[in-house]
């Protein structure tokens, strides 16, 4: 089983629509949950942390389950510019700040 | 402020040729991933390095595989001998630190074509 898993979609969604990203992690030492987003053929960049509390930036909402070790991403109102690969990191400072990555979910807004 | 510089960008060798990677990471961060990304396996941490001393290479595919950090600004990644299936895109990313939160920045990649 790997250490972060995600739902690999892909998710074809119309403009404006909601849609949801779900992650799960196995190490219950993990510390620290980001949502990164990579575009095809560049490199992954942040796109949020994910705090125990939940966090927003703007249509986009973190947030994280310790109990049931899982993290999500909701994106409203979607864009076509929204399209992407998002990746859910995980990083546990037991093991002096390792950092993995699921294999991605893949968006696709349509018009 | 620079950011996280990895060359070459692309590489075409031919099998049982060495290839060395190479990164430099963003001034005064003091961790360095090597990750790399296929379609089949996703994006596999292969190694990193805390204040250049590695950490954990349990990631590292095997022997051919070696990794380097001689300095703070600089970091190799060598496959010797190399085969046509370490075809992939090769990350390189850098980190302040490993207290809570702080984030990768990553390299634009190399993408290697083992012929």
């Known amino acids: 089983r790997k250490e972060v898993e995600q739902d690999p979609g892909p998710f074809n969604v119309p403009e404006g629509a909601t849609v949801a990203f779900n992650c799960t992690y196995s190490?219950?030492?993990?510390?620290?949950f980001f949502w990164y987003r990579q575009d095809c053929r560049k490199e992954p960049k942040l796109l949020m942390s994910?705090?125990?509390s939940g966090n927003e930036d703007g249509r986009f909402t973190a947030q994280l389950n310790r109990a049931s070790q899982y993290i999500s991403l909701l994106i409203r109102d979607s864009k076509l510019s929204d399209s992407a690969t998002y990746l859910c990191?995980?990083?546990?400072?037991?093991?002096?700040?390792?950092?993995?990555f699921g294999d991605g979910t893949t968006l696709t807004v349509k018009p | 402020d620079a950011g996280v510089i990895q060359s070459p960008r692309h590489e075409v060798t031919e099998m049982g040729q060495e290839v060395t990677l190479r990164c430099k990471p963003i001034s005064g961060h003091n961790s360095l991933f090597w990750y790399r990304q296929t379609m089949m396996r996703g994006l596999e941490l292969l190694i990193y390095f805390n204040n250049n001393v590695p950490i954990d290479d349990s990631g590292m595919p095997e022997d051919r595989f070696s990794a380097k950090m001689p300095n703070a600004s600089f970091s190799t990644l060598k496959i010797q001998p190399s085969e046509p299936r370490d075809s992939a895109v090769y990350f390189c990313?850098?980190?302040?630190?490993?207290?809570?939160?702080?984030?990768?920045?990553f390299g634009s990649g190399t993408q290697l074509s083992v012929l």
């Open positions: 994910v705090y125990s």
């Open positions: 190490n219950s030492a993990s510390q620290s």
């Open positions: 990191v995980v990083t546990h400072n037991t093991n002096a700040g390792k950092s993995t």
């Open positions: 990313a850098s980190r302040l630190s490993y207290v809570d939160y702080e984030k990768l920045f």
